[in-house]
């Protein structure tokens, strides 16, 4: 039987998290390669729904990362994606999955080893977890690339309402 790795699913603001991911990269930080990121506008973009999608695709686990408090470019949408992160939590917890599976970060373009960092504890706590009941047998790659592909399509729009909750 092949050992367990976790899938993870990040959603991450393109002006923070997803540039700090690109600056890990570029500074050859290790982390493991088992992170798929999800580009957001801003964090206020995600619905509760699309991380509720990404475990019914079979991923182990998800984290939101956006901009520090008070740097959001779009004033508010880091702390309502808090909000939802959280109302995630209690959904997954009343069906029967931990709460912990989903987290919330917040961080800099140039904290790229923090990013590392986050991959790193999120990995080590899905780890210990083991996998998700809902991880199809034949692996969740697939269906994860197919979602994050579409997401990414239709929240590429300039029409950025991250602030209406
Ligand atoms: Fe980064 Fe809003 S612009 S979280």
Redesign the pocket.
Known sequence: MSKYEPLILAFC?????YAAADLAGSMRLQYPNNVRVLK?????KLEVNFILAAFERGVDGVFVA??LEG????????LR?RRRVERAKEILSEIGLEPERVDMF?LSSAQGPRFAEIVNEMTARLTSLGPSPFRPARGAEEPVREMTEQAEASLSGENHD?CQS
């Open positions: 603001c393109h002006y923070c998290a957001l506008p801003c964090t206020g956006g901009c740097g959001c470019h779009y004033l508010e949408g880091n994606a917040n991250c």
